[in-house]
């Protein structure tokens, strides 16, 4: 009986969430249902809920939850959506789970970042910005063969840049426009050649979300 209602319950949310999303519920320390999305953690009922993931935050907080999750050592990047549920009486989450990128496509982007050239401050237009770092605690974005040093985090940017600008890597945010091929390298991990020459690894993790956006 159980079982049916959940599968009812994941066809009426699949109905409005996006195409993309995959659907899972919590109940306890494991996951009981499991409906796949375009982007598939590949979740099986049964399955242990992760510690601090978006499900074990919105079981144990008892509250809406909705963040970015970095990949584990053996999971993809994720954007959740946590909402608490009774079912059966019992305290259950149910998880929206998005591709990392989501937040971008749903917020005002950024026009422009201003980023520190040695001893001057420049704005620079968000489309001339072929990609951004992460590197030695600090943010670097590169423009016109230039490096600029930015005061905004990674992290912090993902929410913010248009839905051209694409995370491959925890340390690295490339601008689509500005990929010349993705190739694979000995370890048959995708590998990003720019228009510039530069030359950028793609994390495993974000391999599934970049090949859903690319088309490939």
Known sequence: MENSVLEQFGFIMGDWIPKEASIAIAKGKQYIYYKAGIHDLRIQAGQAVESGSVAASTYIEGKRIERLMEPSADGSAYYGIGYPVSIAGESSALVIILPPDYPVRQKQPLQFLTGKLEDRWRPV??????????????????????????????????????????????????????????SRDLSSNYLLTLKDGSMLPVSQNYATSIRERLGF
């Open 125 to 182: 237009a968000i489309d001339k910005v072929s990609h951004i770092e992460s590197s030695q605690k600090k943010t670097w974005f590169y423009a016109e063969d230039e490096t600029y040093c930015s005061i905004h985090t990674l992290k912090n940017l993902r929410h913010q840049l248009p839905d051209t600008f694409l995370p491959v890597h925890r340390s690295y945010i490339v601008n689509i426009h500005f990929i010349e091929e993705i």
